[in-house]
Each structure stands twice: as C-alpha cells, then as structure tokens.
C-alpha cells in the first residue's frame, strides 16, 4: 500500500547461494535506500541512491552488491552470506527535496533472510 | 546512548489511556520523525517535526521538540488496540544540503494496548 513493493517477502539460502532481493517503487521518486534490520539492533542504512548514482555505502560488506538500473528499481545482490546476516531487509524511497532538506520515507513491507 | 534513542523500551496501556514515548538524540538535526512499524511489516512515516518547531499534531499524535534537550516526545491520545506496534524515532543529522534521508534510527518503543 506504500507504493513500494519487495521481492521475495521470504527468503532462506546457504551460505553458498546467490540470490537477490528486488525493491520496485511506484510513487516517481529519485532516491532509493537498503536498511537492514536485525533483532534488537536499530535499522542501520546499508545504502543509498540518488538518481540511479551510489552516493552511500555505509561500510557495508561486499558480499552485499547494490545495483540501481533505474531509479524505480533497486536490487540488493546476496552471496556466500553469514549467518548472521539473517535479517529483515527494507527497502524505501523518498522524492529529493532540493533545497528542502530531509523529509519522508516510504519503505517496502521488507524481506525476510534466513541464512542456515 | 545511541542518537535517536527511544524511551521506554515497551509500554503497556489499556484501550482509551494516553501513551507518551520518549526520544533522545546527540547532534544537532534539521528534523526527527517518527514511523510506526506492525510486527514484521515495513516503517510507516507517522509525523516530522523540524529543528525550529516546537510541537505538531496529526490526529491523535501530538509530537514536541526540545533542541536544547535534543529530546522529542511522541504522544498518542486515547488510544487502541490498533495502535500496538513498535514506534521509532529517527534524526536527519545534516545541517545543509540534501541529505539523502540518511536518517538514524533508534531501537523504537513497543507498544502493547490491551482492548
């Protein structure tokens, strides 16, 4: 109902498995974000996206590969990953404010990750 | 403490009380929000409050800013049980420019309203 949809909504993989997630965003904004969410740790931001163009990554593992075609797209591209990056991952959207800074995001309902 | 930190960790009301949540925060903000987040499901944006207002209402929310405390507090009136769900606040921490809605999140309130 956000206008943000994620792909798949669950998700179990080996530590072997390369999969990917998909954020798609229907509300004709030009920035795009990764948050991951882990139990009883705040959201931490994974990365951000701005016109298609990377402008955070946020000391992020690079076994997690970002990738922007468009600015309604947003993949988050997962190998050999650990345990521990069991997580709920959410994606969200915000229109750039240009001079007006700051303002509203709009996040997808999230995937869940297991990794066994 | 961590910017944006939420206090108390869990609340619990009965239908029709008032709860109040508590944020603090460390540097400077041009703005703090507030988002709601259903057990599993994706942060719904509730209300922004920037750094040179001092309350806001939406609804039954009522939010406040104290920059001089760099605190916030969230406010839902009369409440339901609808309204269970962990609550967060998150700081915009630039001072100029765009930010890119690099906001930082605390650990959220989780709000349990009996019927």
């Known amino acids: 109902e956000t206008g943000v949809t994620q792909t798949p909504r669950h998700l179990v993989m080996g530590m072997t498995n390369k999969k990917s997630l998909k954020c798609e965003q229907h509300l004709g904004h030009n920035a795009m974000y990764w948050y991951k969410q882990s139990a009883k740790k705040p959201l931490e931001l994974m990365f951000v996206?701005?016109?298609?163009?990377?402008?955070e990554n946020n000391s992020v593992p690079s076994r997690f590969s970002p990738e922007c075609p468009n600015s309604s797209h947003l993949f988050l591209h997962l190998h050999t990953l650990q345990p521990e990056d069991s997580a709920l991952y959410l994606c969200a959207s915000s229109p750039l404010q240009g001079a007006e800074v700051g303002g509203e995001l709009f996040f997808g309902e999230g995937s869940r990750l297991t990794v066994l | 403490s961590q910017q944006g930190e939420e206090d108390p960790q869990a609340l619990s009301i009965q239908e029709g009380e008032n709860a109040t949540m508590n944020c603090s925060y460390k540097?400077?903000?041009?703005?703090l929000q507030w988002y709601r987040q259903n057990s599993g499901r994706g942060l719904v944006h509730l209300i922004l409050i920037r750094s040179n207002e001092r309350e806001k209402h939406s609804g039954r929310l009522r939010v406040t800013l104290d920059t001089s405390k760099k605190s916030s507090s969230l406010l839902i009136t009369a409440s339901r049980a609808a309204d269970t769900a962990s609550y967060f606040c998150?700081?915009?921490?630039?001072?100029?420019?765009?930010?890119?809605?690099?906001?930082?999140f605390g650990q959220g309130t989780i709000l349990t309203v009996h019927p």
């Open positions: 998150a700081t915009d921490a630039y001072a100029g420019g765009t930010s890119y809605g690099k906001l930082t």
């Open positions: 540097t400077s903000i041009n703005n």
């Open positions: 996206y701005s016109l298609e163009e990377r402008v």
